[in-house]
């Protein structure tokens, strides 16, 4: 059974940083490709950043060169540090880990970038 959980939501002021974590388990996590989706309040969800089992990364143009995720496999855990972070990032962060062509959800974290 896969378990997905995300922690490090938060209130943060525009320009500030956050750093979000995704714990997966189930199975051997270096197969997971793991990714950080967002839902804005009335927005469909959207991909934010994708960490895959290869090692290579992509982003949403939207958060490149703010955003950078990574994996420690040792940890079973996939991280997003987002930094200049701007008002319209504020949204529930989903991590979602795929193997095997299934996929698993998180529960979501809150972030708000607000003064």
């Known amino acids: 059974q896969v378990h997905v959980v995300e922690s490090g939501g938060g209130l943060v002021q525009p320009g500030g940083s956050l750093s979000l974590s995704c714990v997966v388990s189930?199975?051997?996590?270096?197969?997971?490709?793991v990714g950080w989706y967002r839902q804005a309040l009335g927005k469909e969800r959207e991909l934010v950043a994708v960490s895959n089992s290869d090692g290579t990364t992509n982003y949403a143009d939207s958060v490149k060169g703010r955003f950078t995720i990574s994996r420690d496999n040792a940890k079973d855990t996939v991280y997003l540090q987002m930094n200049s972070l701007k008002p319209e990032d504020t949204a529930v962060y989903y991590c979602h880990a795929r193997i095997y062509g299934i996929g698993n959800w998180g529960p979501g974290t809150q972030v708000t970038v607000s003064s």
């Open positions: 189930g199975f051997t996590f270096s197969m997971y490709v």
